[in-house]
């Protein structure tokens, strides 16, 4: 792995290690990036009582845990398995898998420009590590168009060749935004009224998915890699279908839905 950083984690820093030795009631791993040691005590590796360590680590697996704290003079560090829930842990694993990801480009484009990946990364990282923690953000956010690589100080010719890769093997995360639409009407044509009023949103957007959910409501989905634009997407969505309800007569609500 080309990433490395400096010094020490920071207490309660959920990092990536990899099992190094098991004793009887403790377990040393090395800490993944920081490239340093540190050490588990049983009553730290899960909850409640544990006949065997060994059924939980053994060497060269490669665990996510919690920093219980640091003494950076003695140069011990002080980690917790069992402290660590499911959701840290797969947070923890895309963003390796996704720092991975981002290794492979920098290898892909230092192959093409005749450096070493090593070369390629310690330049690019001098620059984007200055307002990022991590390539794999920048590039994702090289492609949302929220900055460009130039504007971080990377020399035009590998900003050139890094941007074209990244636009190309990077995508963006599909965010889900839910709302739900109450719509009545006594008019005779309440069901053709009801209907080119949801028309109003599907003109703005084709994609949206919007389905019959009884007593006069309609659930609507939208699908975007980008969450401020779904927003206000949906909120133009529901501002055209609600001002063509009430110039029919009608009444009309919306309300978004909070993802779980």
Known sequence: MLLKKSGYPEENEIVL???????????FVKVNFYDKSGMIHISEISPGRI??????VKEGKVIVCKVLSVNKEKGHIDLSLRRVNETQRRAKM???????????????????????????????SEKILEEYDSLYNCFS??????????????????????????MQRVKLPEVELKGEFKLS???????????????????????????????????????????????KMLEKMSTAVIDFMESKGGQASFQKIESK
């Open 17 to 27: 290690c990899t099992v190094t030795a098991v004793k009887y009631t403790s377990v």
């Open 51 to 56: 006949r065997n360590i060994r059924d939980y």
């Open 94 to 124: 895309e963003e390796v898998r996704q720092e991975q990801k981002a290794q492979k480009i920098v290898e892909f484009v230092a192959e093409k420009l005749k450096m070493t990946a090593r070369e390629l990364y310690d330049k690019l």
């Open 141 to 166: 956010d090289v492609v949302a168009g929220e900055v460009t690589l130039k504007e971080l100080g990377v020399d035009p010719m590998i900003a050139d060749e890094i941007t074209d890769v990244v």
């Open 185 to 231: 009407t006594y008019d005779p044509d309440g069901v053709g009224i009801i209907k080119e009023a949801l028309a109003q949103a599907t003109k703005i957007n084709k994609d949206a998915k919007i389905t019959y959910v009884g007593g006069g409501r309609y659930d609507v989905v939208l699908y975007s890699q980008d969450y401020k634009s779904a927003e």
